[in-house]
């Protein structure tokens, strides 16, 4: 039998067991993976033609428009507090029916509860379509069809939120222990009724705890849908940078950050509470 073209070049020791038996242990491949990460690593840099000189030329004006924003402009938290409010509620909505809808297409999806090739591929390729176009790119289209505002970008958080779960939990069913499923089926149930009973608990920690995570995720993701007139505390970090007014937009982020802060905190003791 012929050895790989691996073996042939990084020749694998050979030991004599005290039986008498050779083994034979393969060289690792670990230079190998090092040296293709390493050329394509050299091949991107020159590709994006990274250039470390403007790092040193311009990399201080980062660390100038970072002190410009302290402290913070406190006289303008009372702009912020609607903005707020309107990014923290796209992102509820568009996660709670992004999540609601991703259960069905989940389960279209799952080629071991659905049989048909079609079907599954359909909605497979589908989800993976969405999961391609960018949420900003989704926003800047919600706004031609639905105009400038928070619309837009509960649309963009919907379809994203949709193709994320969506994705997670179709692979996660197809990973389920059909079993219980069969069992279920052979009673007389219909597919409906067996996967309440025999997948549902299965599935449901991971479901709730992926669609937590894509909620605070999400929120995140709204700050900046306003560049591109999704409405949210975005359109006003736009305007506030467009002004040079960075005192205002120091006040946006500490806010901002302690709203993700606290939400993350609660998404991480309720995912706790589901392990």
């Known amino acids: 039998m012929k050895e790989p073209i691996y073996d042939q070049i990084f020749k694998p020791k050979t030991y004599t067991l005290s039986n008498g038996k050779e083994v034979k242990q393969r060289a690792s491949r670990t230079p190998l993976v090092l040296l293709v990460v390493l050329l ?10 990274v250039d ?8 201080y004006q980062f660390v100038i428009i970072l002190t410009d924003m302290f402290p913070p402009n406190l006289n303008f938290l009372n702009n912020i507090w609607g903005p707020l409010f309107d990014t923290i ?9 992004g999540a609601l809808l991703a259960i069905p297409f ?9 049989k048909n ?11 993976s379509i969405l999961r391609t176009l ?6 800047l289209i919600a706004t031609f069809v639905f105009g400038l505002g928070t619309m837009a970008g509960t649309v963009a958080i919907f379809l994203f939120t949709l193709s994320y779960i969506g994705k997670l939990m179709y692979e996660h069913i197809e990973n389920v222990d059909m079993g219980a499923f069969e069992a279920h089926e052979s009673m007389g149930l219909s597919k409906v009724q067996a996967f309440r009973y025999a997948i549902v608990p299965d599935v449901l920690p ?18 900046i849908l306003g560049y591109v007139g999704a409405g949210g505390v ?29 939400i993350e905190r609660i998404s991480e003791y309720f995912r706790m509470k589901l392990t």
Not at 89 to 97: N, R
Not at 134 to 139: C, F, G, R
Request: hydrophobic fraction near 55%; avoid cysteine; charge should be positive.
């Open 40 to 49: 394509v690593t050299v091949l991107s840099w020159e590709a994006t033609n």
């Open 52 to 59: 470390l000189s403007a790092l040193r030329t311009r990399g």
């Open 89 to 97: 509620q796209m992102s509820l909505l568009g996660s709670i029916a």
């Open 106 to 114: 989940a389960l279209l999806s799952s080629s071991n509860i659905i």
């Open 117 to 127: 090739r079609i079907l599954n591929g359909f909605f497979k390729l589908f989800l």
């Open 134 to 139: 960018p949420t900003l790119i989704t926003a």
């Open 206 to 223: 991971t479901y709730l705890s992926v669609s937590l995570y894509a909620f605070e995720g999400n929120i995140r993701y709204a700050a």
């Open 234 to 262: 975005g359109l006003l970090l736009d305007e506030r940078l467009g002004w040079r007014d960075y005192p205002s937009v120091g006040m946006v982020l500490l806010i901002l950050m302690v709203v993700v802060f606290i």
